[in-house]
């Protein structure tokens, strides 16, 4: 992070610093969005205001059908994406990246432990009742509570909240989390260790309110239409499962008269040549990515609609540690070496992705990993040193190594894995079966350890590198594949208590240090957000972390 090195308070005046600061300016033309209007009036002489469409209404592409809508059970892009619109935190992520006041108007720490939050008096749900201090301490114990079984309840673990490990561990009750409300609209969150990105983590839809008595009035059906109450820029209106999720603008919203767009449509497109063909037939609006054959071509014909930016991510191949041969860091070796990262980047994507030799990428803010030894040798010399490793562990054309690689349903997705296991056949004589899932049974199956390697991508939940390093923890909720090294976990959690910028540095490149040498995934690209978007969206924003919000958008006149 690029903030000061002894971080002792947070205001709103001084949150805006706190994430993504250094980040360009967006390279759109768009200006920001006018003050609300219902439709397209006159433009009187002069006037600059752009002119906004009669009908306000957004359809955007999004990947897959959602495992789910509930905050508390998400862990994935196209869940989130949709939560965004539904639910706001205390705080929110602003076009670059930064930082923004949402429930939560003010705070202030005395000692990057000890969090105040003053709440928004105007918030409310979308049945009337005022969002309070208590409705995010029923969320932040549901999140940990073993109960609920929450995928992401580590990231309530990662900051140290006050007895979060022990909660999840099934070691205390839930009612012991150090998050209390002092009143309706105080909200206090309490550290074991100064984390003083901490500000930062709150974006993310793990950390949003929920409606209590709504979900112990429906249970598991709470997120049906009809039933879901939401405290974010809309509502639920319709989910029609494997066609389309529809969200209306929520008249209950604080920031309502400031919302321009009334109906945001969800489509659950696994196909990225649909997707781009549903956009050319001007039945999408915003797809969620470009068919990678397509994109130099669309680039050239529709130079306006293309719209690629910086990703706080890595695209890698997850090694099942657990699991033979793959427990033999030979074998884990041999197979990262052999992948050819430039053509995987260069010929295969070719939408400005890099090749990745690190699990955290450059995009990040304030940290820059050094390049591991073996990814400053030739593709040549890497081949040379995979047929050796692998022949090592005991595998050579006698004995072949075979084992099955697993992606979910995405065109993109296929591609790499065949190009992947061509140069894993050309280089090491290696026999992978490619097995395809759709999102929610590739979900479970990594989840439970039935896998022998994975294609995994993992994106920033904050801009900071520690929300990459993080993933490899050995008590990592999405450390699938069981990857386990007591010193890397130690170098995270001394990280924590580090406020120094630099000093914290150096812990986090001696993870990256140890992650090349034991190399439990193989990273393979740096990931970019490439997207086709209508020239007539405004408001499109540049953010690092893919972070949008319809409610920061509007469509206009065309």
Request: proline share 7%; aromatic share 10%.
């Amino acid at each position: 992070m690029t903030h000061n090195k002894n971080l002792l308070a947070v205001t709103v005046a001084s949150a805006f610093a706190l994430f993504g600061c250094d980040k360009p300016q967006p390279t759109s033309e768009t200006p920001a969005a006018p003050a609300k209007q219902e439709s397209a009036a006159p433009q009187a002489k002069g006037d600059t205001t752009p002119a906004l469409a009669a009908v306000q209404e957004l359809v955007k592409g999004n990947g897959s059908e959602p495992a789910t809508l509930d905050p508390a059970k998400t862990e994935g892009a196209p869940e989130s994406n949709i939560q965004r619109d539904l639910f706001e935190g205390l705080v929110t992520s602003g076009p670059n990246g930064e930082v923004r006041p949402a429930v939560a108007q003010s705070w202030e720490t005395p000692d990057n432990k000890v969090y105040t939050f003053h709440l928004r008096q105007d918030a409310k749900w979308s049945n009337g009742d005022p969002v309070t201090a208590g409705d995010f301490v029923y969320a932040f114990r549901r999140v940990v509570d073993p109960k609920t079984a929450s995928p992401y309840s580590w990231y309530l673990e990662i900051p140290t909240i006050v007895n979060a490990s022990d909660i999840i561990a099934g070691k205390k009750a839930p009612a012991e989390l150090g998050i209390k409300a002092i009143d309706d609209h105080t909200l206090q969150i309490s550290l074991e260790k100064p984390v003083p990105y901490f500000i930062s983590m709150l974006a993310h839809t793990t950390t949003y309110p929920e409606p209590q008595k709504v979900i112990e009035q429906y249970g598991d059906q709470w997120t049906r239409p009809g039933n879901m109450v939401t405290n974010g820029a809309y509502t639920l209106q319709e989910w029609v499962v494997n066609e389309r999720i529809v969200l209306a603008r929520s008249k209950t919203y604080w920031d309502h008269a400031h919302t321009q767009i009334n109906k945001v449509t969800y489509l659950p497109i696994q196909s990225q040549n649909a997707d781009m063909n549903r956009y050319l037939a001007g039945e999408v609006d915003m797809t969620y990515e470009i068919p990678i054959e397509q994109f130099k071509r669309l680039q050239r014909e529709r130079p306006q609609d293309v719209r690629v930016t910086g990703y706080v991510g890595t695209y890698y191949y997850e090694f099942n540690c657990k699991k033979p041969p793959f427990d033999d860091v030979r074998v884990r070796k041999a197979l990262s070496f052999a992948i050819d990262r430039n053509i995987i980047a260069d010929a295969v994507m070719g939408q400005g992705q890099k090749p990745a030799y690190t699990l955290v990428p450059e995009y990040v803010d304030g940290f820059v990993a050094s390049e591991p030894a073996w990814g400053k040798l030739t593709q040549a010399e890497r081949d040379t040193q995979a047929k050796a490793l692998l022949k090592a562990a005991g595998f050579d054309a006698q004995h072949p190594l075979r084992f099955e690689l697993l992606y979910n349903t995405s065109e993109n997705h296929k591609k790499v894995a065949v190009a992947v296991a061509a140069m894993w056949k050309k280089t090491l004589g290696v026999d992978v079966a490619l097995v395809n899932q759709e999102w929610k049974t590739y979900l479970e199956t990594k989840s439970s350890g039935q896998f022998d390697v994975a294609r995994a991508g993992w994106i920033a939940d904050y801009d900071e590198a520690s929300s990459m390093l993080d993933l490899k923890q050995t008590t990592h909720g999405n450390n699938d594949g069981k990857y386990a090294n007591p010193k890397y976990d130690e170098l995270m959690a001394q990280s924590r208590t580090v406020l120094d910028t630099e000093a914290r540095n150096k812990l986090y490149g001696e993870a990256e240090a140890l992650l090349a040498e034991d190399m439990p995934i193989a990273p393979i690209y740096q990931y970019v957000t490439a997207r086709l978007v209508k020239p007539y969206v405004g408001g499109y924003p540049n953010n690092p972390l893919d972070n949008l919000y319809t409610k920061d958008m509007y469509i206009l006149a065309h």
